[in-house]
């Protein structure tokens, strides 16, 4: 069993920066990715990266444009978003999710096993 903790949102205004973290626990050694998706109102989650932990490989989803990075530290089975010059339309709950099966396909919620409670981001103008 997986459990993934989200930290760090918060109220930002437009052109800030905020960083969002996500540290697993449980049996954490068997998590092969470990991601963000984010969910604004009458929205679908949308992905918007995660590292594989097979290959270390970041993959990003189309929302990022180069202002969002992701980084993490295998052995604190944390993984880190840096938003940057945020804006009002990054206004969303941002979810952690962890899974286990091997993929390469990374932007599909449903691919993901465990996810978090979420954490909620708003970027006023």
């Known amino acids: 069993q997986l459990q993934a903790v989200e930290s760090g949102g918060g109220l930002v205004h437009t052109g800030d920066s905020l960083r969002l973290s996500c540290t697993g626990s449980?049996?954490?050694?068997?998590?092969?990715?470990q991601g963000w998706f984010r969910q604004a109102p009458g929205k679908e989650r949308e992905f918007v990266g995660a590292i594989d932990w097979t290959t270390h490989d970041v993959h990003y989803g189309t929302s990022r444009e180069g202002r969002f990075t992701i980084s993490g530290d295998l052995g604190k089975s944390t993984v880190y978003l840096q938003m940057d010059n945020l804006k009002p339309e990054d206004t969303a709950v941002y979810y952690c999710?962890?899974?286990?099966?091997?993929?390469?396909?990374?932007?599909?919620?449903?691919?993901?096993?465990?996810w978090g409670q979420g954490t909620q981001v708003t970027v006023s103008s």
């Open positions: 449980g049996r954490t050694y068997m998590t092969r990715v």
């Open positions: 999710a962890l899974r286990t099966v091997y993929s390469t396909i990374y932007d599909e919620p449903e691919m993901y096993e465990y």
